[in-house]
């Protein structure tokens, strides 16, 4: 079962952050078909957030086709979302351990390192494909 964490400086709606810790959980195999949520009451009483909030995440959740919410049973893993095989490649992944000590070596702290991760996702994007009758 997944333990939900809650980054109040992050400036994202705690709703979304519930959503963005399912579904990466589900994307690295750490969540699984079949596996169930915590309780919407078990959320409150752990985070100390609005029972709507988790409500909110869990229809969104369910309206994407992760999860399903059987009343009065739960909420359960309906199915995986895309595991690309090289996200579970070790080769990366120490890669990634490797990149992620040399910052901290380097004195960046968490946000630091997500800013800079991001900022790298974004220069990488391909260039948007280009519009019927657009020149280049």
């Known amino acids: 079962m997944i333990t939900f ?6 400036g994202v709606t705690p709703y979304l952050q519930l959503v963005q810790q399912v579904r990466q959980a589900v994307r ?3 969540l699984q078909e079949g596996d169930q949520l915590p309780t919407a009451r078990e959320v409150v009483a752990a985070l100390g957030i609005n029972q709507n909030t988790v409500h909110k995440a869990y229809r969104e ?3 994407d086709g992760v999860v399903l919410s059987r009343p009065g049973v739960g909420t359960f ?12 490649d070790p080769a990366i992944r120490n890669q990634l351990d490797s990149w ?4 901290r070596d380097a004195g960046l702290d ?3 390192m997500r800013a800079v991760f991001e900022a790298a996702l974004a ?6 494909p ?3 009758g657009q020149q280049s």
């Open 61 to 63: 959740l369910e309206r």
């Open 110 to 112: 968490d946000d630091d």
């Open 5 to 10: 964490r809650l980054d109040r400086r992050s």
């Open 28 to 30: 690295l195999g750490w």
């Open 77 to 88: 893993v309906l199915a995986s979302l895309s595991v690309r095989r090289a996200a579970q």
């Open 123 to 128: 220069e990488g994007e391909p260039a948007a």
């Open 100 to 103: 992620v000590t040399a910052a």
């Open 130 to 132: 280009r519009q019927a």
